[in-house]
């Protein structure tokens, strides 16, 4: 059987595929996992999936152009600097009110 | 995807996934290449494992005893890949042991004394190690993935075999002449090891972008890397020819491209012993696997 191993580096940080064991079965796999990925102490913990577990989903498309939920939908540039030119000279830069404030 | 555009697909960087279509030719070169790493790691540590009870020190036996259980670990996770493109590891094993498939230049010699386990994992594991950097860009991702953690261990081994040589070369003249007796034995084959320079636009595996540098690049820097190293504790390297030229390029005498093709076909002066060596333990060890296996079922 084939296991995959995830595995979390440090405390708090998210589990990355490392790779895959074979083994006859659970109690083999992590005892393999656990000295193939962690016997330099370089893991904090080990996920091990039996690889029939996992689906694999893909295939995202975007036919609609959905920019409006992605940070490319808003280009906020050319706009700022539109609505800069038009407050003219009446608004100070951030610059000017730092150096001013004190 | 036709076999056109997926060579221009693999050319201009972009990588391939085990369930992803790939042309029968590109699955063929991957398994053999891959698979001869696999054996690679399984044969390499038979050189070192003879030298586990008799390391000077309980420290250098613990070491020596690590590297060998990471060249192993190695073995594991490229015939995993290996496996995952289609040839079971049990047919990997017995093509291996028929002398069917190949495995390194370097480990088919002698490692006649202490020297020759110091040389042996600094400077074969330095120049192995410039090939697997290069393999962190092969076009096949799983591939790529697993050599990280493979350059991540081998970079200790390096570490390992440069405080051995240290040592003794810090040590009694006998000491000494043991480390230039293994630089002599182990420079013909560390300058075969890269291979023959062919132009890497005619070498199948860089076209296929399994490769991703030249066989002479690679040769270049390892030269480029390691020959200031040995030079400053007082070594020869045994070619009166090596210089490095005004433009930055080493010349060296050529390598015996005979003698690499003799001993990589199964010809080298341990091949065979070695061999038969993983013959009779895979066959005094089928019962652990029947017994495993059967529990398992």
């Known amino acids: 059987m084939i296991f995959e191993v995830f595995r979390q580096e440090k405390k708090g940080a998210a589990f990355a595929h490392a790779g ?8 083999f796999a992590h005892a393999y996992a656990h000295e193939q990925y962690g016997r330099r102490q370089e893991s904090e913990a080990l996920w091990v999936v039996p690889r029939d577990a996992i689906h694999e989903v893909h295939d995202f498309h975007d036919e609609l152009h959905q920019t409006y939920h992605r ?10 600097r539109l609505a800069r030119e038009r407050a003219g000279g009446t608004a100070k830069s951030v610059d000017a009110l730092s150096a001013g404030g004190g | 995807m036709d076999e056109q555009r997926f060579l221009e697909y693999v050319q201009s960087g972009g990588q391939v996934e085990t ?3 790939m042309p029968d030719d590109y699955r063929s070169k991957l398994v053999k290449f891959i698979e001869m790493h696999g054996n690679s790691e399984l044969m390499g540590v038979l050189p070192e494992r003879e030298w586990i009870l008799r390391a000077p020190t ?9 590297k060998v259980q990471d060249e192993v670990g190695h073995s594991q996770l490229i015939y995993r890949v290996v496996e995952d493109l289609g040839k079971p590891r049990e047919q990997c094993l017995a093509d291996l042991i028929s002398g069917k498939s190949k495995f390194h230049n370097v480990f088919h010699y002698p490692t006649k004394t202490w020297g020759d386990v110091g040389v042996i994992a600094w400077l074969v594991d330095a120049a192995a190690i410039i090939s697997q950097k290069a393999l962190l860009k092969c076009s ?11 350059c991540w261990e081998e ?6 075999g440069r405080d051995v040589v240290l040592t003794m ?22 300058m075969q090891f890269h291979g023959n320079p062919i132009s890497k636009e005619d070498d199948p595996m860089y076209i296929w972008r399994i490769k991703s540098q030249g066989n002479e690049e690679a040769r270049q820097q390892f030269l480029d890397g390691y020959v200031p190293q040995i030079w400053e504790l007082g070594l020869t390297v045994p070619d009166p020819k090596l210089r490095k030229s005004d433009d930055g390029v080493w010349e060296y005498s050529e390598p015996d ?3 690499l093709k003799h001993v990589v076909t199964g010809h080298g002066p341990k091949t065979q012993e070695r061999l038969e060596f993983r013959r009779k333990f895979l066959e005094q060890e089928a019962w652990v696997r029947s017994v495993v296996l059967a529990e398992a079922a």
């Open chain 2, 257 to 259: 491209w005979d003698e």
């Open chain 2, 155 to 160: 970079s200790f081994h390096i570490l390992h």
């Open chain 2, 19 to 21: 369930t992803d279509r």
């Open chain 1, 71 to 80: 940070v490319d939908g808003y280009p906020l540039k050319e706009k700022l």
């Open chain 1, 20 to 27: 895959s064991v074979e083994a006859p079965d659970a109690t």
């Open chain 2, 58 to 66: 309980l420290q250098r036996k613990l070491a020596l005893t690590a």
């Open chain 2, 140 to 150: 096949y991702a799983p591939y790529a993935r697993i050599m990280k953690k493979i």
């Open chain 2, 169 to 190: 070369m810090n040590g009694t003249d006998e000491q000494r002449e043991l480390v230039q007796e293994a630089l002599n034995r182990w420079w013909g084959p560390l």
